[in-house]
């Protein structure tokens, strides 16, 4: 799929919703406790994408096991499930609602099960699915939730309300919360622990593969926390290989952002300008993902008469007010090789912004009397978090419809009622 500045906008607004695409969510680690890691010594199901099924497993600790028994039912939004789980003399132990299916991790003796539950098909996405992980606790007779240490679930959607006595904004609660302690994509169940897939919906639609091992002492109920280094595939170009030099120049700067160089050199005109690649883009985009690209500026014709164009792209990074917004402008030229379309030549310069925060969008907003004078009129108004409209363009929308852009480069504001 392209990601032009208009898919951009499903993109983000999606990350606060179940459905549709899955956003990237930035990574927000927290420093776990030292702690022993605990390998599963047995796996438990799960057998489909929604199902009706049972499963026994020792979950309280007792000598018999514990039924854990998903049902599904039909809606309009598909088949949604119900886990129920009862103890073996039939007494009802927990329901949780909208359950997809279920996955046991057995450690032996040294340690009560963990079971993993996964959305079923009504609050699951293109970009998969959330997963949430529970430890019965005996001191507290009751399931806990195993903590995320670290995942690459969304933040937290943030709005900002207006207060016109103090001239400022404050923080106020979005009407989408995310579930705790979940992670978010396409989950499987190993012999190591979860191993979480998300899609980086780039062109060459790669993903990123993490494994996450057991910890204790993280709370009544265990952790879940990342091994190693997220994994980044598949390293070659799936085919069909990009046609147009738009495509040929989006797979490039996402094979360069995401390091795969066996995937740029299917994309290069030479060895040589393959090797000029990652030095200069890599090194200006950072320990950052893939960015989202502002389609609608690339000149097609000038690329196909050799002639170098400008594409400008973005990310994001960050939460709440220090989420921040960087731009970048690729230069590009291109050869026409053995009938298809390859880059000879590729630069990334940052472009300055004056507006790069949504803590500037705040500050800026203030600062300007036509949208101070729409708020003063609509006393008690909410905005919604600021997204990037383009590499250089923020918009702030209010749940009337209104909407205003902040231009991060200079910071002049637009209102449009």
Partial sequence: MQRSSGAY?????????????????????????????????????????????????????????????????????????????????????????????????????????????????GNCGSGG??????????????????????????????????????????????????????????????????????????????????????????????????????????????????????EVAEALMDAVALNLPRQAKALASSPAAEQSFFGNAHEAWGPLGEPIYDAQVFDAKAAEAGKPVQLPMWEIYGTGAALRLHAFSGTLQFAHVSGQWHVSSLSVAAIPLKVATVGEVLSTLRQDSSFVAYLRAHPGAKIDAPIPQSATVWRVGFPSGAFATVDARTGAVTLKQ
């Fill in 9 to 121: 906008g499903a993109i983000a607004l999606s990350a606060v919703l179940l459905v549709g695409c899955s956003a990237q969510g930035s990574q927000t680690a927290v420093k776990a406790q030292t702690t022993a890691t605990l390998t599963p010594t047995k796996l438990l199901g799960p057998t489909g994408y929604v199902t009706s099924e049972t499963l026994r497993a020792p979950l309280t600790g007792g000598p018999k096991s514990d039924e854990l028994r998903v049902t599904t039912a039909q809606s309009p939004y598909g088949l949604l499930g119900t886990l129920t789980i009862t103890s073996p003399s039939g007494k009802v132990l927990r329901t949780v609602p909208h359950i997809g299916w279920v996955g046991v991790l057995e450690f032996g003796r040294q340690h009560l099960p963990v079971f993993v539950t996964r959305s079923d098909a």
């Fill in 129 to 246: 699915c959330y997963y949430v992980s529970y430890r019965w606790v005996p001191t507290s007779h009751r399931f806990a939730e195993v903590r995320v240490a670290s995942n690459t679930w969304p933040s937290q959607p943030q709005n900002y309300a207006w207060d016109a006595k103090q001239g400022r904004f404050h923080a106020a609660a979005a009407t989408v919360q995310f579930p705790k302690n979940t992670l978010w994509g396409f989950l499987a169940l190993t012999h190591n622990g979860l191993r979480l897939v998300n899609r980086t919906f780039d062109l060459n639609q790669n993903y990123l593969q993490q494994d996450y091992v057991y910890l204790l002492g993280q709370g009544p109920a265990g952790a879940w926390q990342p091994k190693g280094q997220p994994v980044y595939g598949p390293a070659t170009l799936q085919t069909p290989y990009p046609s147009q030099p738009l």
